[in-house]
């Protein structure tokens, strides 16, 4: 196995990974090294199947089922199957074109994402990612002082209960019950890395616990200011074969441009703990 560093600010990508290496230390020490160091990786040319994705995913932490049990896979409900036709430019926004990190709106949010291309779109359809860490990292003392004690509100109802009511045609699956709000910090402590990061997300982070309306939306529209800069980015064009890992602390990511034909992904997290306070 091989890791190669992007020349972009985050990401690197990993050849070489065979099923057979999973049961190596030194191949599972490698991953999670780099990982926590670029924070998302591209492993080319895998050929792990279900099976393999799931297995892989149980290095970073325990496989969760997908939430969505409307999309578990048939064979498999730890897949999450992500299968989208093409938009006109016209239509509403759906929930991957936010920028946002996974389950958010959850107590213990996935610590880790692996999601894996079955299908290629024709054209487009690539996935986004910032890196949330270097954004907080980069503040002044002062800000970052400031920062420290605040916490997020974060709501399934916000704005993601009512993309998948329009996703699945008024049918909410029962989940407004099974996601009441719940409250994370603002400022993120990684449990792997012990580095600090942002904890946003325009999907579900629906304010500042404790804070006027207006003072919270111009705080958080500051810091999306802050931290959604090209530089803090990697934009992944998807290649056959392609899956990609990341950690779900220290980034936002959300889908890039429209795509032609139908593009079909499997999706696995690994579960993580509550978030607490850097």
Not at 118 to 143: C, I, K, M, N
Not at 208 to 224: F, H, I, K, Q, W
Request: with cysteine; net charge negative.
């Amino acid at each position: 196995m091989q890791v190669k560093p992007f020349a972009e600010p985050i990401g690197a990508e990993i050849t070489g990974l065979r099923p057979g290496a999973l049961q190596d230390p030194d191949t599972i020490g490698e991953l999670r090294q780099a990982l926590h160091q670029h924070l998302v990786v591209v492993v080319r040319d895998h050929d792990l199947g279900i099976e393999g994705q799931v297995d892989l995913t149980r290095l970073f932490g325990q496989p969760e089922l997908a939430w969505d049990r409307r999309s578990r896979h048939p064979d498999n409900p730890h897949i999450q199957v992500m299968n989208s036709a093409p938009r006109p430019v016209s239509a509403p926004a759906s929930s991957s074109q936010f920028w946002h990190t996974d389950g958010s709106f959850l107590p213990a949010p996935p610590s880790t994402t692996l999601l894996a291309i079955q299908q290629l779109p024709v054209s487009g359809g690539d996935t986004l990612f910032v890196d949330t860490r270097s954004a907080y990292e980069s503040l002044d003392a002062s800000a970052r002082s400031c920062l420290r004690d605040l916490e997020l509100i974060f709501s399934y109802r916000y704005r993601l209960y009512g993309l998948q009511t329009m996703k699945y045609g008024g049918d909410d699956g029962g989940e407004l019950e099974d996601h009441p709000d719940v409250r994370h910090p603002l400022v993120r402590h990684h449990p792997a890395t012990k580095r600090a990061a942002l904890y946003l997300d325009q999907l579900c982070a629906s304010g500042v616990a404790g804070m006027a309306p207006a003072d919270s939306t111009e705080l958080l529209e500051r810091l999306y200011a802050h931290t959604l800069v090209p530089e803090r980015q990697y934009q992944h064009i998807w290649r056959q074969s392609d899956m990609l890992i990341w950690d779900n602390p220290s980034l936002m990511h959300r889908r890039g441009t429209n795509h032609e034909g139908p593009r079909l992904l499997y999706r696995t997290t690994a579960a993580g703990p509550r978030p607490v306070h850097a």
